[in-house]
């Protein structure tokens, strides 16, 4: 016998030889409230032996609202429209359905803050099934850069809808939106990946680079794999011209390809690497001021006052040699702050302008899962 919870549809599939014999009240498991239980013998008359009609599932129709006991436990959820954000799906209750845990109120935290970047993202039959947080790896950064700074500006927010994976740069307190923005169809993902100790996740691409996103919790790591495997074609070769642009205009959040000046939609102008570059090989940090990186811009700053320094002492010491030296070492570090600014300014496209370009959204071609 199917027992239905009236409060938020739970189904519970129980044997029929282990119904009570008379009506009776049980707690559901989902949602804490009261099930009543009224097995088909109980009273003179015993029900009709077809099973009643299923209420509709929730995935074949439009959400018009969230659970009762979501709400409930988070009122703000009201604001996040049920036909692009699967509560249920995003949020998980504990053992006694619960869903004030710790892992939700982060992930609504993540939520809100990239809330405004998807409420203009996702399109009409797309829809926010997890989201998770972590930071993208880039090895060059940390052992050649700044060390663990550079971290600081590769906090995401890792989306997964229906359609695709979605990753939306976030400051690194993960509060409001940062510059890049990025998507990866499920169908040119090769493998999805967990680390050793579960906090990493991997994402191989049949064609294209690895991307890799580390901090993560444990939970977010899990959410995600299980949920993009099933979507995952794996083992068929990727169809010619099929592979979705991977950088996002910040602007109309068109798919674009790699190393534009502006977007082909709307037009907008970014931030280009290569002026980017000169400003570092300039003046270090100026690059990174430049892009937003206004923490780091003031280390590198720092960095190339100390090097000024010892340049100018040993000017004043005289002498050919000390003169080379000077000049040798002045180049190295521009030239190697300008690389580095170079390859930060390569990883996406970041508006010249902080107002974005007056448009209407475009249809912007995403593959089904």
């Known amino acids: 016998m199917d027992i239905i919870c009236r409060h938020c549809n739970a189904t519970y599939t129980v044997a029929d030889h282990k119904l009570p014999p008379k009506k009776a009240a049980a707690k559901c498991k989902r949602c804490g409230n009261q099930i009543i239980i009224d097995?088909?013998?109980?009273?003179?008359?015993?029900?009709?032996?077809?099973?009643p009609a299923p209420l509709p599932p929730r995935q074949t129709a439009p959400a018009t609202q969230h659970d009762r006991s979501i709400v409930e436990a988070f009122p703000d959820v009201a604001a996040y429209a049920p036909g692009h954000y699967a509560m249920s799906e995003i949020l998980k209750p504990n053992r006694?359905?619960?869903?004030?845990?710790?892992?939700?109120?982060?992930?609504?935290?993540?939520l809100a803050a990239?809330?405004?970047?998807?409420?203009?993202?996702?399109?009409?039959?797309?829809?926010?099934?997890?989201?998770?947080?972590?930071?993208?790896?880039?090895?060059?950064?940390?052992?050649?850069?700044?060390?663990?700074?550079?971290?600081?500006?590769n906090r995401y927010a890792v989306v997964a809808t229906n359609r695709r994976l979605v990753?939306?740069?976030?400051?690194?307190?993960?509060?409001?939106?940062?510059?890049?923005?990025?998507?990866?169809?499920?169908?040119?993902?090769?493998?999805?990946?967990?680390?050793?100790?579960?906090?990493?996740?991997?994402?191989?691409r049949k064609k294209g680079?690895?991307?890799?996103?580390?901090?993560?919790?444990?939970?977010?790591?899990?959410?995600?794999?299980?949920?993009?495997?099933?979507?995952?074609?794996?083992?068929?070769?990727?169809?010619?011209?099929h592979v979705l642009d991977e950088n996002l205009c910040p602007s109309c959040y068109a798919g674009l390809s790699a190393?534009?000046?502006?977007?082909?939609?709307?037009?907008?102008?970014?931030?280009?690497?290569?002026?980017?570059?000169?400003?570092?090989?300039?003046?270090?940090?100026?690059?990174?001021?430049?892009?937003?990186?206004?923490?780091?811009?003031?280390?590198?700053?720092?960095?190339?006052?100390?090097?000024?320094?010892?340049?100018?002492?040993m000017l004043a010491e005289g002498g050919t040699e000390n003169a080379g030296i000077a000049l040798l070492l002045l180049a190295f570090y521009n030239g190697f702050d300008a690389l580095l600014t170079r390859h930060m300014a390569r990883k996406g496209y970041m508006l010249e302008s902080r107002q974005p370009v007056a448009h209407s959204q475009p249809n912007v071609a995403v593959n089904p899962a």
């Open 39 to 51: 097995p088909p013998d109980a009273g003179n008359q015993p029900e009709p032996t077809t099973a």
């Open 96 to 110: 006694r359905g619960n869903y004030r845990t710790r892992l939700n109120k982060l992930k609504l935290k993540i």
């Open 114 to 153: 990239v809330k405004p970047t998807l409420d203009q993202l996702i399109k009409k039959d797309e829809k926010i099934m997890r989201i998770a947080g972590g930071t993208a790896y880039f090895p060059i950064e940390i052992f050649f850069g700044n060390g663990m700074f550079t971290m600081l500006y």
């Open 167 to 204: 990753m939306i740069n976030t400051n690194h307190r993960m509060t409001k939106p940062g510059h890049y923005l990025f998507q990866m169809g499920y169908d040119e993902i090769k493998k999805v990946s967990r680390g050793l100790f579960r906090t990493s996740l991997s994402l191989t």
């Open 209 to 241: 680079k690895r991307r890799i996103f580390t901090s993560m919790k444990m939970a977010f790591t899990a959410e995600l794999q299980s949920y993009t495997k099933p979507l995952i074609t794996q083992g068929q070769p990727m169809p010619q011209g």
């Open 259 to 313: 190393g534009l000046d502006k977007c082909t939609v709307c037009h907008a102008a970014f931030k280009t690497a290569k002026s980017a570059a000169l400003r570092s090989l300039l003046l270090p940090g100026w690059g990174d001021w430049y892009l937003g990186h206004r923490f780091l811009g003031c280390c590198e700053l720092i960095g190339s006052l100390i090097v000024w320094s010892i340049v100018l002492g």
